[in-house]
């Protein structure tokens, strides 16, 4: 190479490299700017700031981070402006930020020496980041931030201002240092299915994280916790740490908590009668659940709700359409009913419902989904109302998962059509059977059907003695026990579309299954002594005929032998 290109090409790389570095640092800021401003976050009150007519104050709610923030508020002819001096350098540029919440916020800085510059927001139920940049002039060495709101408005609150740029040599808030482990941490309380947790606040924390048996559940800015959906009458290990920007602290002191048995209320009598009770004005009576006659002894709260997560259901109150009825009435409603020995449950389907549990997952989303409705609103279990088809594999899955989480206790009924309960081939048949050690009853829907065939491979047709017992004696002949067989029927004429029978059939029928008399043609090879009971649509249509059936059909269950 000759020295001449040798030469050159010394020249073009370190051109070259003076351009990579200059382009490498454009737009980027220095690794020595810092953030200028004192007591950013009002962790140290309002030390370094200085707030007109005595508007400003320090909170621990609301905070964005930290343990406490700012919170201004103007009067009269005050717009609640907290200012700080803050030292800058000459000729520099600087970012200008800060968090708000609450009323019109206000941001800005003054005495820059080139332009002044400020933005503001309208008020925010959120917090919400106000951000600008200026620039010192030639011999601009401190400047004035601040933060105002408007008069008239609500208090407004501020965290995390920063002024960021050069560092003005006033000196800057110390570097977070990663917070000691929490000390003083207790149970607090405990559920079948949750334990409720304390600890003691941990200087420049921002969060903790709470573990359960080594693994991390939840995180939580305050100093208590509570964990969920833990199994009933098992031991758990929880530990917490403290946090901030500078990292996590070793694992506190580890507490042991255990949850409480499974509640266990009044057990069911031998002989029930189930009404569904509706969450929507039909032209039924409109009952509120206190309202629901004494006779039933299982209410089926219908109906949950799809949501748009696969096989997972949610309830909601139809306060509207239920003259205002409130959802902590419902509750409270829910409460009383189940001190009187009742059981309330909620129905998943309908003629219209679309939940759909086909494979593992949604089997999982359903599972969860009823446990969660049932800490929600104490419902005591579930009914199983599907008139679009189940797949008896995963319902069977879901209904085993619920029953793990739920325990002993859990009401689990089910309410198919006459049509799907023909032969132990169909799929709500196979349900039933698969769970038969966790299943309460079957309601089957002796109603809204054409003639089916009865146990004796007889075609029957419904609205008679016949038509009940004949197709029951396929149930109990077909490895359902007695005490889960129920049957299913109208309150009144305007409850169904057809199949209306009058109360003293449906007592004839119960008649002639448990004690072998008053049957129709059809008359059982055995009795079924341990027979549950009935069940109807709707204790809304029973009211609105002056309780017709309920008067006498409740009474004849319960006295049978």
């Not at 689990?412 to 349900?431: E, G, K, L, R, V």
């Not at 197709?471 to 026990?481: K, T």
């Amino acid at each position: 190479m000759s020295p001449q290109k040798r030469s050159i090409r010394l020249w073009a790389g370190a051109v070259t490299a003076a351009l990579a570095l200059s382009l490498t640092g454009a737009g980027q800021a220095s690794a020595a700017d810092v953030n200028n401003a004192k007591n950013a976050g009002f962790e140290s009150g309002l030390s370094n700031w200085t707030c007109s007519a005595n508007s400003g104050t320090t909170v621990t709610s609301p905070v964005r981070t930290g343990t406490t923030a700012l919170k201004a508020t103007p009067a009269g002819q005050d717009n609640a402006r907290c200012t700080q001096t803050v030292a800058v350098k000459p000729n520099s540029t600087y970012a200008l930020s800060a968090w708000v919440q609450g009323g019109y916020a206000y941001l800005g800085v003054t005495g820059t020496g080139t332009t002044d510059v400020s933005t503001w927001t309208p008020d925010s139920t959120s917090w919400k980041q106000l951000t600008t940049s200026f620039t010192t002039g030639a011999s601009t060495t401190s400047v004035t931030v601040y933060t105002h709101g408007w008069y008239g408005q609500p208090a407004y609150y501020a965290d995390d201002l920063s002024v960021y740029g050069p560092d003005g040599g006033g000196g800057t808030d110390p570097a977070p240092t990663i917070p000691g482990a929490p000390a003083g941490l207790s149970v607090s309380g405990t559920t079948s299915s949750s334990v409720s947790l304390a600890w003691n606040t941990v200087a420049g924390a921002t969060g903790y994280h709470v573990y359960r048996d080594g693994t991390k559940v939840t995180a939580v800015t305050g100093t208590s916790a509570t964990v969920t959906g833990l199994a009933a009458s098992t031991s758990y290990s929880f530990q917490v740490t403290a946090v901030n920007s500078a990292g996590e602290s070793v694992k506190s002191a580890a507490v042991t908590g255990r949850t409480t048995a499974t509640p266990v209320g009044p057990a069911l009598p031998k002989h029930a009668v189930t009404g569904y009770w509706q969450n929507f004005n039909n032209g039924a009576t409109v009952q509120r659940l206190a309202d629901v006659q004494s006779q039933y002894d299982i209410i089926a709260v219908a109906f949950a709700d799809a949501t748009s997560t696969p096989g997972a259901v949610t309830f909601n109150l139809d306060s509207a359409g239920l003259g205002g009825y409130t959802v902590d009435q419902f509750k409270a409603d829910v409460k009383t009913k189940q001190a009187a020995g009742k059981k309330v449950i909620v129905s998943v389907g309908g003629e219209r419902g679309t939940v759909a549990v086909n494979d593992a997952a949604s089997a999982a989303n359903f599972a969860n989904s009823v446990y969660s409705l049932m800490q929600t609103y104490g419902f005591d279990g579930v009914d199983i109302d599907l008139e679009n088809g189940l797949n008896a594999t995963y319902m069977t899955q879901a209904l085993r998962s619920l029953s793990s989480k739920a325990g002993s206790s859990l009401v689990i009924t089910m309410a198919p059509q006459t049509i799907d309960m023909q032969s132990t081939s169909n799929s709500y048949f196979q349900t039933a059977l698969n769970i038969k050690d966790i299943l309460t009853v079957v309601n089957m829907q002796y109603y809204n059907s054409g003639s089916m065939l009865g146990c004796d491979g007889k075609v029957y047709s419904q609205g008679s003695v016949d038509f009940l017992t004949a197709l029951a004696c396929i149930q109990l002949e077909g490895g359902l026990a007695p005490s889960q067989v129920g049957l299913g029927l109208p309150a009144s004429t305007r409850g169904a579309g057809s199949g209306y029978v009058s109360p003293s059939v449906v007592n004839n029928a119960l008649d002639c299954l448990a004690r072998g008399t008053n049957c129709g043609s059809f008359k059982p090879s055995r009795t079924y002594p341990d027979l549950r009971g009935a069940m109807t649509w709707s204790t809304n249509w029973d009211a609105a005929a002056g309780n017709a059936w309920s008067n006498a059909v409740g009474p004849h269950v319960h006295g049978l032998p």
